[in-house]
């Protein structure tokens, strides 16, 4: 029976040792052949203990080279004290990572790997792999679009800046016709199509100074363009109070001329023919949002009102129809009506 059993003993221990050798020629393979340079160092003292053939080919150094060795006694990791740093808060954390560490070859060419370290036991001690990629194509590749990015964002601003200036020639040659005409119809139109490249050029301006070109805040936007226009008209602020209440919001380009063009035509109706006999007033202007995206522009004054009866789609005033067609053509919004003590007007569309 003792014979038996130390027989059966011998052959569990021998398949441990060819499960504990199948194990460790995987691991060896493993380690070989992979794609990544691999370091085990001894977690007590840093010493490397074993390094893979992809590491070797990628630092162009022998093995002989790196065995034994710390990795602040290598040329590759050349910031000993980052190293030794390294090595400290891995002792303590057992986890190290280093998304951009940069490298250098045994022949001097710099390389941009990305470095992970982890504590584990094996037979009892504990070691330490490192994992090292070389990041190199990618980080140059990542380099090359930021590159592209900030060509195209200064290609981008002046765009916008030679437009704006654009507008803002095209709005002095309509000033030089306006000195040269006395027919007060004529003048009427100029002026209002000045108000509208204003609109427009203002847009652009603020693109300019936004840090992404693409979107303005339609809140600084809308408080400088009512400022304008008090200015354009000569409005005296002590007649006429403008309230505005306009959130923070981003808003591009497309969204954002509308809007503009909007509050322009009902702003300048209001100064037009709201107060009459110098009449004083209120003029409330606010832009808000809801969590569904929409937003809703409120338009408001205290003046005289419309005549009863009026109908707002059925207008023929220039200004009036850009509202109607702006918010409905161009926003796909709805527009709301009234002229009971004053005017009022809602506009509701999708940000």
């Known amino acids: 029976m003792k014979i038996k059993a130390v027989k059966k003993r011998l052959s569990v221990q021998a ?23 691999i370091l085990i160092l001894a977690a007590n003292t840093g010493k490397i203990k074993d390094v893979n053939p992809f590491l070797l080919n990628m630092l162009g150094y022998a093995k002989k080279d790196i065995l034994e060795k710390k ?31 940069p490298l250098e070859t045994k022949d001097g060419h710099k390389i941009a790997v990305e470095f992970v370290s982890n504590v584990y036991l094996v037979d009892q001690k504990r070691v330490i792999q490192c994992n090292i990629r070389d990041i190199t194509v990618r980080k140059e590749a990542e380099e090359s679009i930021q590159r592209s990015l900030k060509e195209k964002e200064a290609l981008l601003k002046e765009l916008h800046h030679r437009v704006k200036n654009n507008l803002q020639i095209i709005s002095g040659l309509l000033q030089l016709k306006l ?98 006999e110098d009449r004083k007033g209120e003029i409330a202007i606010s832009l808000s949002s809801n969590r569904k995206g929409m937003l809703e522009i409120l338009v408001s004054d205290n003046g005289i009102g419309f005549s009863k009866g009026f109908n707002i789609y059925k207008v023929k005033t220039m200004g009036l129809r850009i509202v109607i067609d702006t918010i409905q053509t161009q926003l796909g919004g709805k527009i709301s009506f009234s002229s009971a003590g004053g005017t009022w007007f809602k506009l509701t569309f999708q940000s």
């Open 179 to 276: 000195f040269n005409s006395k027919n007060k119809e004529v003048i009427d139109v100029f002026k209002q199509v000045q108000e509208r490249i204003r609109v427009m050029a203002l847009v652009h301006q603020k693109l300019c100074e936004s840090k992404d070109f693409m979107s303005i805040d339609i809140s600084e936007y809308i408080n400088e363009l009512v400022n304008e226009l008090i200015l354009a008209y000569g409005i005296d602020r002590k007649k006429i109070m403008v309230n505005v209440n306009v959130v923070k919001v981003l808003l591009k380009i497309d969204i954002a001329v509308p809007c503009g063009l909007i509050i322009n035509e009902l702003l300048t109706n209001s100064f037009k023919y709201a107060f009459p």
């Open 15 to 37: 398949v441990q040792k060819n499960v504990l050798e199948v194990s460790e020629d995987r691991y060896r393979r493993l380690f070989e052949t992979a794609q990544d340079g």
């Open 71 to 101: 990795l602040w006694q290598i040329g590759a990791f050349k910031d000993a004290k980052a190293s030794k740093k390294a090595f400290l808060e891995l002792q303590t954390k057992e986890y190290v990572r280093y998304e951009d560490l």
